[in-house]
T-cell receptor, first 114, second 113 residues
């Protein structure tokens, strides 16, 4: 068990509305990540965090923002949701915070933007 | 970031058959990782490889770190229905990426009894 809880597990929202997804970890790891998974694209990095208030962009960050005010929580916000952001979102943590360290994933949030 | 090309995209096999899939990178890796994703869940680490030529097993699964450091292979022997899922290869994104991983697009495995 990676000690990661994502909420909500499912959400349906309308185009143009703001949405915040939450990732909570119980083990005080420094590095946290948000990925999205889409058919034909695999898993793509949206944003990552390397500590409280320290975040950076991944390869598909447009339209997303993140915040990390506490070690245990990493929030992903869609300021104005679009249909192209319909996806499954995964949070991950790095246990060791090293270059060859595996990531461990939560069970995802399925977001549908209508 | 590095491109990871994973093949095949999907496989439809009968229970008991062996399975092989592979992943190639556009650049050299020092780590190769293999994950499995069950429906409705997040990817779970199966095998981690850290050295060129390394061969590592996890039950019926065997993975190899290619000698060129640009490829890796995953084999599943005597497949069973619970092997169904999506298998991903992954490698480090590189410097300045917060130790994030790049993933292949996955191999979807279906096993019929």
């Amino acid at each position: 068990d990676a000690g990661i809880t994502q909420s909500p597990r499912h959400k349906v929202t309308e185009t143009g509305t703001p949405v915040t997804l939450r990732c909570h970890q119980t083990e005080n790891h420094r590095y946290m990540y948000w990925y999205r998974q889409d058919p034909g694209h695999g898993l793509r990095l949206i944003h990552y965090s390397y500590g409280v208030k320290d975040t950076d962009k991944g390869e598909v960050s447009d339209g997303y923002s993140v915040s990390r005010s506490k070690t245990e929580d990493f929030l992903l916000t869609l300021e104005s949701a679009t249909s192209s952001q319909t996806s499954v979102y995964f949070c991950a943590i790095s246990y060791r915070g090293e270059g060859n360290s595996p990531l461990h994933f939560g069970n995802g949030t399925r977001l549908t933007v209508t | 970031g590095q491109q990871l090309n994973q093949s095949p995209q999907s496989m439809f096999i009968q229970e008991g058959e062996d399975v092989s899939m592979n992943c190639t990178s556009s650049s050299i890796f020092n780590t190769w990782l293999w994950y499995k994703q069950d429906p409705g869940e997040g990817p779970v680490l199966l095998i981690a490889l850290y050295k060129a030529g390394e061969l590592t097993s996890n039950g019926r699964l065997t993975a190899q770190f290619g000698i060129t450091r640009k490829d890796s292979f995953l084999n599943i022997s005597a497949s069973i229905p619970s092997d169904v899922g999506i298998y991903f290869c992954a490698g480090p994104r590189g410097y300045g990426s917060g130790y994030a991983l790049n993933f292949g697009k996955g191999t979807s495995l279906l096993v019929t009894p």
